[in-house]
């Protein structure tokens, strides 16, 4: 999977926005039943990039011509570094994986939970999916273990282009006035 380019930096403040699914069923009395449709956040991104040089911009759109718009998912890494992350979706055992790509990188502090239970693991860095941190079991977790982590570190979101259709033009303007959008996907 290819990561958005980390040069040029966007302007702070760049905006990345937790999506939870929500059912809410109202009932004649007033009363309200809500059931989360989603266990983990969808994390979305709006980004803004003022006085670029147009070669910036090129290198920009390019990334965005070759995801195809919207079709690709790709990585990105939050421009803030490191910050303070918890309770973020790892990945669910089946039986036979050993290897999970953690949602970060460059990770100082981490705490792997396996059905909300702490567990001891092997955290390389640098070794899974786009330089991701990478945990490693000797065992495979089972088909009913979910795994999660908390750290701190440089946060993963996996994503997509917003927008499907936009010209050099557009992107530009987009890029210095609205911000260029990036829809969060389910965490993998």
């Not at 011509?65 to 079709?71: D, S, V």
């Not at 899974?128 to 979101?157: H, N």
Request: hydrophobic fraction near 35%; include cysteine.
């Amino acid at each position: 999977m290819a990561a958005y380019p980390e040069t040029p930096y966007p302007t702070y403040p760049y905006v990345i926005e937790p999506e939870w699914r929500t059912l809410v069923t109202e009932f004649d009395s007033g009363e309200e039943q809500r059931r989360s449709k989603w266990t983990y956040a969808h994390y979305n991104i709006k980004l803004s990039y003022y006085g670029l040089a147009s070669s910036a911009v090129g290198n920009l759109y390019e990334f965005y011509m070759a995801r195809k718009g919207a079709a690709e998912a790709f990585s990105f890494f939050d421009p803030l570094g490191a910050s303070t992350h918890t309770g973020l979706y790892v990945g669910t055992g089946d039986g036979a994986t050993t290897a999970f790509n953690l949602p970060g990188r460059q990770m100082t502090s981490k705490t792997i939970y396996i059905n909300g239970t702490t567990i001891a693991s092997t955290v390389s860095t640098a070794a899974g999916l786009d330089g991701v941190d990478s945990l490693l079991f000797g065992t495979a977790p089972t088909s009913t273990e979910i795994l999660t982590c908390d750290f701190v570190g440089t946060l993963r979101v996996r994503c997509r282009f917003a927008e499907d259709r936009m010209s050099k033009q557009t992107f530009e303007k987009a890029l210095f006035s609205a911000g260029i959008e990036l829809k969060g996907l389910a965490p993998a």
